[in-house]
C-alpha cells in the first residue's frame, strides 16, 4: 500500500457520459498530480494541485477539470466522454520540495473503460 | 514532441546477467532524472534518481548513470533477478518540477 488511495480501481460507463475519479494523497504531502496512461503509451501528465490550489496544466483536455478539496484529497472529472478516452488515470503525491529528487508517490490507478 | 524518450519497448536478460536500460532526453532543462518501475495492476513505483550535478547514483542493485552531454541516462540492473521483471519508465523534472516520462520498457528476467 503506497499511501495513496484511488477509487475506484475500475470504471465502465458509455460515451458522452460524465464520471469523477478520486484521490487521496498520503498523509503530510501537499500536492496531488494526476496523470493518464494510454495503451502502450507513458503517462502523461495532466494537471498539478498544490494545497487546494492548482499549480500547473499539462494536456489536460478542455472536458477534464479537477480540483483539491481543504483535506487535500482531489477529484478529476472527465465529461462527454469518448471511446479515446479509455485509459488508466493514475494519481500521485508528493511532499513540498521533495519531488523531483524523491519522486511522486502513486497510487494503484483508476482504469477507466468508455464503451 | 516527446521530451522523455525510451526507444527499446522490451528488453529479456538472462537471472544474474545486468540489465541495462537506456533514455533519452532533449530538454537541456531537466535537472532531476528518475526510474520508476511498475508491476501490472499497480501504479508507478519509485527506484532511483539522480541530479544532473552528479553522473552516477548507487542504491544496491541499481545503478543510474547521465550522460548530459549526449542527454542520455541509463539504469544498470546487476545481478538481474526475476522479481526485477516490469515496466520501467524514466522520467525528468525542470523548473516547473513536474515529472515527464517516457513510454517505458518492458523488462523480462529469465529465470
Known amino acids: 500500500d503506497s499511501g495513496v488511495t484511488q477509487t475506484p480501481k475500475h470504471l465502465i460507463t458509455a460515451t458522452g457520459q460524465r464520471v469523477t475519479l478520486r484521490c487521496s494523497p498520503r498523509s503530510g504531502d501537499l500536492s496531488v498530480y494526476w496523470y493518464q496512461q494510454s495503451l502502450d503509451q507513458g503517462l502523461q501528465f495532466l494537471i498539478q494541485?498544490?494545497?487546494?490550489?492548482?499549480?500547473a496544466k499539462g494536456n489536460i483536455l478542455e472536458r477534464f477539470s479537477a480540483q483539491q478539496f481543504p483535506d487535500l484529497h482531489s477529484e478529476l472529472n472527465l465529461s462527454s466522454l469518448e471511446l479515446g478516452d479509455s485509459a488508466l488515470y493514475f494519481c500521485?503525491?508528493?511532499?513540498?520540495?521533495?519531488?523531483?529528487?524523491?519522486?511522486?508517490?502513486f497510487g494503484s490507478g483508476t482504469r477507466l473503460t468508455v464503451v | 514532441d516527446q521530451q522523455v524518450k525510451q526507444n527499446s519497448p522490451s528488453l529479456s536478460v538472462q537471472e544474474g546477467r545486468i540489465s541495462i536500460l537506456n533514455c533519452d532526453y532533449t530538454n537541456s532543462m531537466f535537472d532531476y532524472f528518475l526510474w520508476y518501475k511498475k508491476y501490472p495492476a499497480e501504479g508507478p513505483t519509485f527506484l532511483i534518481s539522480i541530479s544532473s550535478i552528479k553522473d552516477k547514483n548507487e542504491d544496491g542493485r541499481f545503478t543510474v548513470f547521465l550522460n548530459k552531454s549526449a542527454k542520455h541516462l541509463s539504469l544498470h540492473i546487476v545481478p538481474s533477478q526475476p522479481g526485477d521483471s516490469a515496466v520501467y519508465f524514466c522520467a525528468a523534472s525542470g523548473l516547473a518540477r513536474q515529472l515527464t516520462f517516457g513510454s517505458g520498457t518492458q523488462l523480462t528476467v529469465l529465470p
Open positions: 494541485y498544490y494545497n487546494g490550489e492548482e499549480r
Open positions: 500521485a503525491s508528493s511532499k513540498p520540495g521533495q519531488g523531483a529528487l524523491y519522486g511522486y508517490t
